[in-house]
């Protein structure tokens, strides 16, 4: 079957079924925490205040994080990258601005999500590309906290809308899946990572081909990152990940490594900072980027 988007009615399914399990006056146990949410409440574990802790953002490692705003939070996340690229002589220089990302909690475990972006992409001897990305929308479930070798975990379940500009937009509603999860080793490491895929990229303006609205196919994922903190208001990390389509004409292998710098200004409000490099032909040989996220 060409078109994935049949899987979401088997996450529905799956929900269901597990939902069997919370019909009684007690939550089972493990939880899982969405469903807490869902068919618990208020007898499951009961509402967290979501600004005890700091805030976290997602926009500048490609691996999200493994939590949610929190019930009645909204957090914006916003943003400026640039990427540079010399295939075989010729120069190619990307930008992307404002990577607006939108977060709202509608319970404690459950976030609804959309996302902006608008991409410049500039090569010698060849014409200029802009225009609007496919507008992306999703939620994101917590599934797990973490208990030994169980690690805190989410779910995110991605769409897009075909409103990009020509040059980007799939003109197909696309959808894709991403499971998080992470393990605190210590009061100031953790080793986190995701796995998932997604139909043409989540139109991705720098995996989609020469004809997006023509061509589909696959993108596979996977990536892990070590954070650390530093100072009680800088946090660092260091990420690998990998992007690998499949259904293409010639495929592609897409493999990073970026460092990125946290800075928090106070608890509700975070500037960023990030650098990577690409590891082989497929990827691009350098990108940076600055941004920062708010909540209230």
Not at 40 to 54: H, K, N, S, T
Not at 127 to 132: D, H, K, L, R
Not at 207 to 230: K, Y
């Amino acid at each position: 079957m060409r078109n994935l988007l049949w899987w979401p009615c088997c996450v529905l399914v799956c929900v269901a079924f597990c939902a069997n399990g919370y019909a009684g006056d007690r939550c089972p146990e493990p939880r899982i925490k969405f469903l807490d949410d869902l068919f618990c409440f208020p007898g499951g574990a009961g509402r967290r205040d979501p600004f005890e802790e700091r805030i976290e953002t997602e926009r500048h490692d490609f691996t999200q994080s493994t939590r949610t705003v929190g019930r009645g939070v909204a957090q914006i996340e916003s943003g400026y990258s640039y990427f540079y690229n010399d295939n075989n002589g010729e120069i190619e220089r990307s930008h992307t601005a404002p990577e607006t990302l939108i977060r709202v909690g509608i319970s404690d475990d459950i976030e609804l999500r959309v996302r902006w972006d608008y991409a410049w992409r500039f090569i010698d001897d060849a014409e200029n590309e802009e225009g609007a990305e496919d507008f992306r929308w999703g939620l994101k479930l917590n599934v797990t906290d973490q208990a030994g070798l169980i690690p805190e975990s989410a779910l995110e379940v991605r769409f897009t809308v075909p409103t990009g500009g020509k040059a980007w937009t799939t003109s197909r509603l696309e959808s894709g899946v991403d499971f998080i999860y992470g393990w605190e080793i210590t009061e100031r490491w953790e080793l986190y990572g995701s796995s998932g895929f997604s139909e043409n990229g989540l139109g991705d303006f720098g995996l989609l081909p020469e004809e997006p609205a023509s061509d589909w196919f696959i993108v596979w994922h996977q990536s892990v990152a070590l954070g650390t903190e530093l100072t009680d208001r800088v946090t660092l990390y260091t990420e690998w990940y990998g992007l690998f389509s499949h259904a293409l004409a010639e495929d592609f292998s897409v493999s990073i490594f970026n460092v990125g710098v946290d800075y928090y200004v106070t608890n509700d409000f975070v500037l960023d900072f990030r650098v990577g490099m690409g590891l082989n032909d497929d990827s691009d040989d350098l990108f940076t980027g600055i941004g920062g996220g708010y909540r209230f």
